[in-house]
């Protein structure tokens, strides 16, 4: 969806700042639009995703040629293995965590369970998809709090940046469409 590029391009800026030659994990690829930034460049970039439908079309788009990506198609529930292959990587420097159809609990098990773990001690920076609750207002404010929370238990101190969200109803981007998973404002 063409209105979360925008969201996207921001996360990348902050996640990498403009530094070259990281290490990123990304868990759940998608529709690609944070990968696909082209001053965002890795030395090593593991695609962590579940669907193979996604992975086919990763592979059919050159994906699996480019020399520093690592395609894995994984589970949530087997994060545990995600930095195995044929790469050597421990630590990641970057981490981005976009799994459209997990819940909050697996996001929260991953961020105090397993992200400590992968994320590089001294600059390590991870982020992810903040669409929780997102289909009203009220749920979204609410799990925003609760995930700073749960973060800050975890051992992470959280940075909020709000970007402005056109109203997506207005411009027909939910026509047809049942229940649109945003609505909120930020």
Known sequence: M?????IMRRTAE??????????????????????VFPDILALIHHIVEAHVGV????????????????????????QDD???????????DVIYFDTFAEDY????????E????????D??????????GADRQICYDVFTKVVEMDLL???FDTEWEEVAIPDLVRQGQWDGVRQPYWRARS
């Not at 063409?2 to 925008?6: K, L, M, T, V, Y």
Request: glycine letters at 12%; aromatic letters at 8%.
């Open 153 to 155: 238990e975890a051992g």
């Open 123 to 132: 600059e390590g920076r991870w982020g992810f998809f903040n669409g929780l």
């Open 14 to 35: 902050l996640l990498c700042r403009s530094r070259m030659g990281l290490c990123i994990l990304n868990i759940g690829h998608g529709m690609g639009i944070i990968d």
């Open 105 to 112: 609990k697996a996001l929260k098990e991953f961020s105090s």
């Open 2 to 6: 063409s209105w979360e590029a925008s």
């Open 55 to 78: 992975l086919d079309q990763l592979r059919q788009n050159g994906w699996a040629d480019r020399p520093n990506d690592v395609l894995q198609r994984l589970l949530l529930q087997q």
């Open 114 to 121: 397993y992200v400590i773990g992968l994320l590089d001690d």
């Open 82 to 92: 995600s930095t195995s292959g044929s790469s050597t990587i421990t630590t990641f």
